[in-house]
């Protein structure tokens, strides 16, 4: 099996894991979220992703979500699934949001490596636009209260 894993300072990780939930809450069971908690050293996170990631097996594969690229919630991840055997196979992406971790979790088990990347990274990059709204919209809403 493929696992997603998101990592990230804080509870970013384990809030995304909540939302995704709401849009593919059947594959959650898939889906491992870690965090670097306030007043934890690395350490600590460290020994929490080697515990979640515990059940996996010879078999199951990783890709790796993190919050920031070169962070220490992604450069410890990295440690611990080298020290596992499981980094050689592992796809590692920086700079998660909603839309990266859906796009993940939806074909993770469809594309594999360039492909897959390449997919969620185009999908997170065409979310990121700006929000605009019209004059006329307002003025319409104002219409209906």
Same mark, same amino acid.
């Given at each position: 099996?493929?696992?997603?894993?998101?990592?990230?300072?804080?509870?970013?990780?384990?809030?995304?894991?909540?939302?995704?939930?709401?849009?593919?809450?059947?594959?959650?069971?898939?889906?491992?979220?870690?965090?670097?908690?306030?007043?934890?050293?690395?350490?600590?996170?460290?020994?929490?992703?080697?515990?979640?990631?515990?059940?996996?097996?010879?078999?199951?594969?990783?890709?790796?979500? +993190?919050? !920031?690229? &070169? #962070?220490?919630? =992604? *450069?410890? %991840?990295? $440690?611990?699934?080298?020290?596992?055997?499981? /980094? @050689?196979? +592992?796809? !590692?992406? &920086? #700079?998660?949001? =909603? *839309?990266? %971790?859906? $796009?993940?979790?939806?074909?993770?088990?469809? /594309? @594999?490596?360039?492909?897959?990347?390449?997919?969620?990274?185009?999908?997170?990059?065409?979310?990121?636009?700006?929000?605009?709204?019209?004059?006329?919209?307002?003025?319409?809403?104002?219409?209906?209260?």
């Amino acid at each position: 099996m493929k696992y997603l894993i998101l990592v990230s300072h804080g509870g970013l990780a384990e809030g995304l894991k909540t939302s995704l939930a709401m849009f593919a809450g059947d594959k959650m069971n898939q889906v491992i979220a870690v965090g670097l908690k306030e007043g934890k050293s690395v350490d600590d996170f460290a020994v929490d992703f080697r515990e979640s990631i515990s059940e996996l097996t010879a078999d199951d594969s990783v890709l790796v979500l +993190a919050d !920031i690229v &070169g #962070g220490s919630p =992604l *450069t410890t %991840a990295a $440690t611990v699934l080298e020290e596992v055997g499981k /980094l @050689d196979e +592992a796809l !590692i992406l &920086g #700079g998660m949001n =909603l *839309t990266m %971790a859906l $796009t993940a979790v939806v074909m993770k088990d469809v /594309l @594999d490596g360039d492909d897959l990347s390449a997919t969620i990274l185009s999908e997170a990059r065409s979310a990121l636009q700006p929000f605009e709204v019209s004059a006329t919209s307002a003025e319409e809403d104002d219409d209906d209260i």
